[in-house]
């Protein structure tokens, strides 16, 4: 079956820009979780949501990001006037919160930012 | 409060030989335990988990991990490294019942002709 998908791929963009990014989750789960890898580093978790509500937003970084999700599906993540230190890869992952898969988290493929 | 420490950024191994990429955990709860494998420019694949059944879990493409709770350790081993391997490789822990996750900072495997 489909898999989480993320777009665009790659994002260039100039400082202080708008940019949004955008993850399709698995069809069925309910759970979607942002994380920003930079270079060389391990994942920095963003936002966190279950069903359309983010119980946990804690490692927004700033005000600059926020994040939403429309129909229990879809999620945008949006980041308000970009600085070179955005720049970075941003994955998404979503998780079925049942079944016997329950507490495997499935990533997508991530999007490359940069700011330039 | 719940951590994992990969106690190597990096590992050099030659095609054949054994590889052993270290984890280790904290966490008040008995955990779950997961590896992910990064290739360059892909997402997280996951390789194995551990959920408290047996505590040797096999994974994808040869890998396997020992849940060893005395020494708070989830090593990943796999007998003949290949150089289709070479990748980052992430440790996560998490509390089952909840949605955090933990990750590793990552151990960079690569493979010697």
């Known amino acids: 079956g489909a898999g989480v998908s993320q777009s665009p791929s790659n994002k260039v963009t100039e400082k202080g820009k708008d940019v949004e990014l955008r993850c399709d989750p698995i069809s069925g789960h309910t759970a979607l979780y942002w994380y920003r890898q930079s270079l060389g580093q391990g994942l920095e978790f963003l936002i966190y949501?279950?069903?359309?509500?983010?119980?946990?937003k804690s490692g927004l970084p700033s005000d600059r990001f926020s994040a939403e999700r429309t129909g229990g599906s879809v999620s945008t993540l949006t980041i308000q006037r970009t600085q070179q230190e955005d720049s970075a890869v941003y994955l998404c992952a979503s998780r079925d919160m049942s079944g016997s898969s329950y507490n495997e988290q499935f990533f997508g493929p991530g999007t490359r930012l940069t700011v330039l | 409060a719940q951590s994992v420490t990969q106690l190597d950024s990096h590992v050099s191994v030659s095609e054949g030989t054994p590889v052993l990429l270290r984890c280790n955990y904290s966490s008040s709860y008995s955990p779950s335990l997961f590896w992910y494998v990064q290739h360059p420019n892909k997402g997280l694949q996951l390789l194995l988990k551990?959920?408290?059944?047996?505590?040797l879990v096999k994974g994808i493409n040869g890998f396997e991990a020992e849940f060893k709770k005395s020494e708070t350790s989830f090593h990943l081993t796999k007998p003949s490294a290949h150089m289709s391997d070479a990748a980052e490789y992430f440790c996560?822990?998490?509390?089952?019942?909840?949605?955090?996750?933990?990750f590793g900072t990552g151990t960079r495997l690569k493979v010697l002709a």
């Open positions: 949501f279950q069903g359309n509500s983010a119980p946990d």
């Open positions: 551990y959920t408290s059944a047996a505590t």
């Open positions: 996560v822990v998490s509390t089952p019942g909840t949605y955090k996750y933990i």
